[in-house]
């Protein structure tokens, strides 16, 4: 069974950063794309970053220029680094991997920024 665990939210004050981690287990090695989406208060929940499994990446136009994400094959664990992070940033980020041609979510973990 597949399971998605992160960590590394928390309260921050605007222009600060946060990483954010989130560990897969029960995959047997088989990751494609892996990301982050977030879902705001009354809001949809939204793509973030994408990384596929050949390290392409792609992110929101909000985010570009802010934030990074990265993974590690070794650790089955993808990461995003958050920097000037704004009072709009504040959501339930959400960890996502495509394994063996189906989507997988984790719990999320909430970011709040504080202004």
């Known amino acids: 069974q597949v399971q998605l665990v992160e960590s590394g939210g928390g309260l921050v004050e605007a222009g600060g950063s946060l990483r954010l981690s989130c560990a897969a287990s029960?995959?047997?090695?088989?990751?494609?794309?892996m990301g982050w989406y977030r879902q705001a208060p009354g809001k949809q929940r939204d793509v973030v970053a994408l990384?596929?499994?050949?390290?392409?990446?792609n992110y929101a136009d909000s985010v570009k220029g802010r934030f990074t994400i990265s993974r590690d094959d070794d650790k089955n664990t993808v990461y995003l680094q958050m920097n000037d992070l704004k009072p709009e940033d504040t959501a339930v980020y959400y960890c996502?991997?495509?394994?063996?041609?189906?989507?997988?979510w984790g719990k999320g973990t909430l970011v709040t920024v504080s202004s």
């Open positions: 996502y991997a495509a394994v063996r041609s189906a989507n997988f």
């Open positions: 029960g995959t047997g090695s088989i990751i494609g794309a």
């Open positions: 990384i596929t499994s050949g390290g392409n990446s």
